[in-house]
T-cell receptor, first 112, second 116 residues
């Protein structure tokens, strides 16, 4: 069964304290791995898509990496405005079309 | 370019009633997917529509249904509402790429449904 597990469930950081969020997955034929950011009461906001092991993408203070079993979202020198829930999702092959399988998310709080 | 829009943003219904939610995708996007988000189960896939046809369905009862119109706008309907249907319902649109290529989905703000 396709599955996505995120850790930690919650993370508290001081402003400027870099860290990483983990997303481990079990899927039959990965078509893509996605990272989203979700603020309270809002819909998920797209951050990155990764397609194959070894791929990396960056955007401002965020960098996403992908291996055959997991993905990391590295946050460098975070600011309070980076506080949100970060969601990881995968698209599987085998005719799954656009079905996204989500992890439970990591709630990040960055304090000044 | 305008993002995904959903209406209404908030709904309060009572058990046994039915509800219809609406989603307008990003211009040019032909695929619309629906998700349910609850604190206990997280984000779960309901179904996907492409060119007015449902091409994928999640593990939800038949009370949950949807449709897509020729302009790619989509509606989802929940009949005989239960307390457990209280959730944030999210719509996501994408280009609808063919050939097995992964397709980025962009989410709307959601409709918050409360069932009393």
């Amino acid at each position: 069964e396709d599955q996505v597990t995120q850790s930690p469930e919650a993370l508290r950081l001081q402003e400027g304290e870099s860290s990483s969020l983990n997303c481990s997955y079990t899927v039959s034929g990965l078509r893509g791995l996605f990272w989203y950011r979700q603020d309270p009461g809002k819909g998920p906001e797209f951050l990155f898509t990764l397609y194959s092991a070894g791929e990396e993408k960056e955007k401002e203070r965020l960098k996403a990496t992908l291996t055959k079993k997991e993905s990391f979202l590295h946050i460098t020198a975070p600011k309070p405005e980076d506080s949100a829930t970060y969601l990881c999702a995968v698209q599987a092959g085998g005719g799954g079309y656009n079905k996204l399988i989500f992890g439970a998310g990591t709630r990040l709080a960055v304090h000044p | 370019k305008a993002g995904v829009t959903q209406t209404p943003r908030y709904l309060i219904k009572t058990r046994g009633q039915q509800v219809t939610l609406s989603c307008s995708p990003i211009s040019g996007h032909r695929s619309v997917s629906w998700y349910q988000q609850t604190p206990g189960q997280g984000l779960q896939f309901l179904f996907e529509y492409f060119s007015e046809t449902q091409r994928n369905k999640g593990n939800f009862p038949g009370r949950f249904s949807g449709r897509q119109f020729s302009n790619s706008r989509s509606e989802m309907n929940v009949s005989t509402l239960e307390l457990g249907d209280s959730a944030l319902y999210l719509c996501a649109s994408s280009l609808g790429l063919a050939g097995g290529r992964s397709d980025t989905q962009y989410f709307g703000p959601g409709t918050r449904l409360t069932v009393l």
